[in-house]
């Protein structure tokens, strides 16, 4: 996308300015390679690559600054850290080590103010860590062979534990006790079968990830905030009230992959909360009409892979189902009811099922607009859906399409009829698809397509042709003809995806116009095209020119675009030209330049004043009584709901794969959490 690369530009041009110096002009360990970056705020030191093993103490790091706040080691042999190894580095926050191996370590050699992380990745150790860290929050230890969870008595700030991929097989109920500030533990992969019920009763955390561990069965203690529970490929077989009947706060639970055959009736009831549920890939047989009938919040079901055969009907005790997106995909389905009841649906998935009718299906809901129904058996489409923008039907033994059914369609933008063995689009041309922007006819049977077949999608602007036994006849050089002239784009551009269709609209600025593109597509036909066709799309390009304004602020062509997966095309062909495409991006695009300007400097201010009250001590969130800004941890993936809702995401987090550190929780760690807020 062509904002996407300005924006990186910029990025990279911010990073650019503080560029990485050369490794052999840094001093450090000897039999290492060192480098530094200076990312905006966060000096960086990584110590690599090192020959020979050595001690971590104070005169081996003597040679590197004292100012860094962030020191990486990475393929290093180190001995033995000694407790004084970091004592002259007042300003740090965070110790990395991967691909090492890390012998010994002096239980307070990480007892730092302002060390806030530490993170071990694959790591060998010859002794389990057990260390004191008065304000460590973040505690990494990501394949580092660990058959047991360190002792963490002595790290009572920790915020965050990730022991993921390692071989912990039980855990004592009192290994968490003393981290009465925990909030998210992630314990995916290991061999882990059983969970102490009480193990988490000290701790108010939110987010718990178990996935790929043996588990036999999951219980929860009572009085918890629990809000997101994964515990996906965790060859569960039973999962049932005794596992949720306390989890009364969680909004997302990942049950995906495990082997789950039947739910019991009322195994959700307990979860009021409850948004968003996976279930897919288990071998679930059936489900009760009434399995969400009290998860009255439920936005997203996913119950893909799953050999149900036949949906239930779905119930409720509440109004209205709040579900907006349903998904089950390879279910076995013969046909398409059971979601009468959720009639606040905008988005389901049924493809790769048995369905062979959908006559009137789906009228229910009012809102629906997206529509994926490919792989199925169905041969025609008499549905009734006034607001439905994309439909996906490919993979279907479709006869050939009736415009007139399309009417009860009047928002259909997209159409996806790929590989439907259609030997001919229309049945007839007694209608108009007003709206439609983007056909998709590949891998069809066509051999012939005429003007009238394109002229009754007035708005069309993407159409795929491939893999059909087109003729070269008149009519497809004169369907060609017209798609030149109203810029009308092939899906695909020799390998070029649509994805990139921008690159061919700027192109376009350049005088690439379609004309030599189509020929491209359909290569077996010589086709004619003079001179006279040739000036064509150009003059309709300057005649667009001259109303492009009006264009540009046409209301209608910018409110509609709440698209997510197709905006690049979607956005693109709204417009009638590509020329104002052109010039809308480009606007858009130094817009953009000024808004991140400013977000930036913003943030950089902020930064600085925290940094200096963090350095002068004079700020106290404490004292002032003013909530805690809860800011996310750097490994947390963007968009990830965290429930304390005052998510601020750095912007350096997303640029440098890592978190910025000023801001962080160090300073506001003596403020209430926010967990004591919920009931
Ligand atoms: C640091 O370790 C090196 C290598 O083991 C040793 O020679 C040196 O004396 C140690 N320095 C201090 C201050 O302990
Ligand atoms: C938990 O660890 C696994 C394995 O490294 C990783 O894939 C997953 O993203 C982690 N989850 C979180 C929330 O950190
Ligand atoms: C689990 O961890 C092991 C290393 O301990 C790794 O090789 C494997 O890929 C991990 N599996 C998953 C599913 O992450
Ligand atoms: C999963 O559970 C089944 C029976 O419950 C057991 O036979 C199988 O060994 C388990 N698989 C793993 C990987 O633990
Ligand atoms: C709910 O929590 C309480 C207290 O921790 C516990 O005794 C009870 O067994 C839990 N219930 C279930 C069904 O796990
Ligand atoms: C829940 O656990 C209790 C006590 O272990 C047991 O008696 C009961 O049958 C369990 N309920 C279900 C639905 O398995
Ligand atoms: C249309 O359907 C085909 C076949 O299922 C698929 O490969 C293609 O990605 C779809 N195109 C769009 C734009 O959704």
């Known amino acids: 996308m062509r904002l996407h690369q300005f924006c990186l530009l910029l990025v990279v041009t911010t990073v ?187 701790n108010e955390i939110d987010t718990l990830k178990l996935d790929y561990n043996p588990l036999k069965s999951f219980t929860f203690h009572d009085d918890n905030v629990l809000e997101s529970l994964s515990l996906a490929h965790c060859n569960l077989t039973v999962f049932d009230e005794n596992s949720t ?99 606040r649906l905008t988005k389901i998935d049924l493809s790769n099922n048995e369905i062979t009718d959908i006559e009137g299906a789906f009228s229910e809901m009012p809102i629906l607009k997206k529509l994926f129904l490919s792989n199925n058996h169905i041969a025609s489409i008499g549905l009734k859906s006034p607001e439905l923008e994309t439909l996906d039907l490919s993979n279907n033994p479709l006869l050939p399409l009736d415009p007139v059914t399309f009417t009860a369609l009047p928002s259909l933008k997209i159409l996806n009829v790929s590989s439907c063995a259609l030997e001919k689009i229309w049945s007839n041309y007694n209608a108009e698809l007003p709206k439609l922007t983007q056909l998709y006819l590949g891998q069809n049977q066509l051999s012939v397509i005429t003007l009238d077949d394109v002229k009754i999608m007035p708005r069309l602007k993407v159409i795929d042709l491939r893999e059909n036994p087109w ?78 304004d009006d264009d540009f602020y046409d209301e209608d062509e910018y409110e509609e675009n709440d698209e997510d997966e197709e905006i690049p095309v979607e956005k693109a062909m709204e417009d009638p030209s590509p020329f104002n495409l052109a010039r809308a991006t480009y606007i858009l695009s130094i817009t953009s330049v000024f808004i991140l300007t400013a977000v930036l400097v913003s943030v950089v201010a902020i930064v600085l004043t925290l940094l200096i009250l963090k350095r002068n001590k004079s700020f106290n969130m404490h004292t002032g009584n003013l909530p805690r800004l809860k800011i996310p941890l750097w490994h947390t993936t963007p968009g990830q709901k965290k429930h304390s809702g005052s998510v601020y995401r750095p912007l350096s987090e997303d640029l440098y794969g890592s978190r910025t550190p000023i801001i962080n929780r160090y300073e506001f760690k003596q403020t209430p959490q926010v967990h004591n807020s919920l009931p």
């Open 245 to 343: 009947k306390n989890l009364t706060f969680l909004t997302s639970l990942d049950l995906s992959g495990n082997n789950i055959v039947v739910l019991p009736l009322d195994t959700f009831n307990p979860m009021k909360s409850l948004e968003t549920i996976d279930l897919s890939d288990n071998h679930l047989v059936e489900l009760d009409d009434n399995i969400f009938s009290e998860n009255s919040r439920l936005d997203t079901i996913n119950l893909n892979n799953n050999n149900l055969k036949k949906l239930p009907n779905f119930q409720t005790k509440a109004k209205l189902f709040q579900t907006s997106t349903f998904s089950c995909k390879n279910c076995g389905l013969k046909s398409a009811t059971g979601l009468a009841n959720m009639a």
């Open 16 to 202: 650019s300015t503080s560029p990485t110096t050369p490794a052999s002009s840094v001093k450090c360990i000897d039999g290492c390679e060192c480098r530094e970056q200076k990312p905006i705020l966060r000096t960086t030191f990584e110590i690599f690559n090192c020959k020979t093993p050595f001690v971590l103490n104070k005169s081996a790091l003597s040679n590197v600054p004292k100012d860094r706040a962030f020191i990486k080691f990475k393929s290093t042999d180190v001995q033995h850290i000694t407790s004084d190894a970091f004592e002259d580095f007042t300003q740090l926050e965070e110790v990395d080590f991967d691909n090492s191996r890390v012998g010994t370590i002096d239980s307070e050699a990480f007892n730092r103010k302002f060390l806030g992380a530490i993170s071990f990745k694959n790591v060998h150790f010859a002794e389990i860590p057990n260390l004191k860290a008065d304000f460590l929050e973040e505690f990494i230890c990501e394949d580092c062979h660990l058959s047991k969870v360190p002792n963490l008595d002595n790290l009572p700030s920790l915020t965050f534990i990730n022991f993921a991929n390692n071989r912990i097989t039980s855990i004592h109920e009192s290994a968490l006790s003393k981290l009465k500030k925990l909030e998210e533990v992630n314990l995916s992969n290991n061999s882990i079968s059983e969970l102490p019920m009480n193990l988490f009763v000290q």
């Open 471 to 548: 003729k070269c006849t008149d009519d497809l050089e004169e369907v060609v003809k017209y798609f030149v002239k109203e810029s009308v784009y092939p899906a695909d551009i020799g390998t070029i995806q649509f994805k990139t269709h921008e690159e061919l609209t700027f192109a376009e600025n350049t005088k690439l116009v379609l004309q030599p593109v189509w020929p491209k597509i359909l290569p077996n036909c010589d086709f004619d095209f003079g001179e006279e066709e040739g000036t064509e799309p150009s003059v309709h390009i300057v005649e667009n020119e001259q109303d492009e």
